[in-house]
C-alpha cells in the first residue's frame, strides 16, 4: 500500500480536470484493502477507479482509495473471477482471447472491473448485469468482506445498489458467468456491417470485440486527446403516447422500443436538435462527434461542465417537455 499527500486527481479522471485530494491511497491486493481501515474517517473515503465517470467539480476532502491496475482474473468451475483494479477492456479482451463470451459487445469502454457494476455499464445490446454472479465488497466499517448476489446488486439501466445507495463498499473482485457457448449479440446493424467489411461471416468472441472496439474508436472522440466521460445523459424512457405524438413531428426520431409499451430516445438525437451538437462554450462543449459527449478542450472546470450541461438540460426540457438525467457521477 502506497499514501500519497495532497495529490493532483487530473490523471486519474478522463475529463482532466485539476482537482485535488488529501490523501490518495494506492490499494495493490486483499491484504492492503483491509490496511485502509484506520485512514477512514467520520466522512468516510471515496473509491476511484479510472476516473471515467465522475465530474470533480472541487477538492476531494476524504481519502481517495484506488485500486492498482495490474490485471487478475482466473477461471473456476465456469466462474471468471477478476480483480476489481483491472481494467475493464483487458478483461474483455483476455476472455474474448480464451473464447469465452457474454461482455464482448462491451469492447473499449474505459473504466476498471469494480466501475463495471456500479452502474451496470451497458453498450451494443448488453448490459454487464447479464453475466455478473457476484460483487465481493469490503465493509471499511465493519472491517468484513461480503459477496452480494446478482438480485443483490438491485440492477437496472446504468443502476445498481452501488450508486443507489450510501455504503461502505470497497469493490474487490467480481464474479462473470463467462460461456465458451454464450450467445452472440449481434442485433446492432453497425456491429453487422462492420464484420460484413471485413468478409467475416462467422464471427468469434474476439472478432465481435475488435468491431465494437472499432466503432467506437470511429464515433467517440478519443478521451486522451479530447477529454470526456462517455455519454453525459441517460437516454430518457417515454411511453407510447409520447413517442407517437414525437414520431408524428419529427420523421428522423431515433427510440428503441422496451417491454410495457415503453421507449428508450435517444438523448444525443435530443441534443442534436436542440443545437448542442459541436457547440462550444469557453473550454468545454459538446462533441462535434457525438452530442451525447461534453469534452474539455483544454483548461475546464468541473463546474463550467456542470453549468453547460444545465444549459442543454434546460433547453431539452422547453423543446420537448423531456428532463435529461446526467449519467456520470458528480462530486
Ligand atoms: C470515452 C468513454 C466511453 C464510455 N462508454 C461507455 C459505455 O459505452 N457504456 C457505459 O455504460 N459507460 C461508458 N462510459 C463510462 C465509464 O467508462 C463506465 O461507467 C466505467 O465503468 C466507470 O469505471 P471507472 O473505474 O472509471 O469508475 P470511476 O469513474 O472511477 O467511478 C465511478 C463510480 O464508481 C465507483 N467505483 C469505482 N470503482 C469502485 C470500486 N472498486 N469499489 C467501489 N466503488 C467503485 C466510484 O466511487 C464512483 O462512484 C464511457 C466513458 C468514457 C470516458
Known sequence: MKVKENFNLKKHNTLALDCFCDQFILVENLHDVEQIVPFVGKQGIFVLGSGSNIVLTKNIEKPVVHLTSRFHARVADGITVAWAGSKWNDLVMWAAKKG?????????IPGTVGGAPEQNIGAYGVEVKDTIVWVEVFNYRTNVFQRLSNAECRFMYRSSIFRETENPWIITRVAFELRPNSEKNLSYDGIKAELKSKDILDPSYLDIANAVSAIRQRKLPDYTELPNVGSFYKNP?????????????YDDIVAYPLENNHFRLSAAWLLEKCGFKGHRMHECGFSDKHALVLVNYGNATGREIISLSKEAIRSVNQKF???LKVEPQVL
Request: avoid cysteine; proline fraction near 0%.
Open 100 to 108: 469465452l463470451g457474454g461482455i464482448e459487445n462491451l469492447a473499449a
Open 237 to 249: 424512457i417515454i411511453d407510447e403516447k409520447q413517442y407517437k405524438k414525437l414520431s408524428r413531428k
Open 321 to 323: 417537455k423531456i428532463k
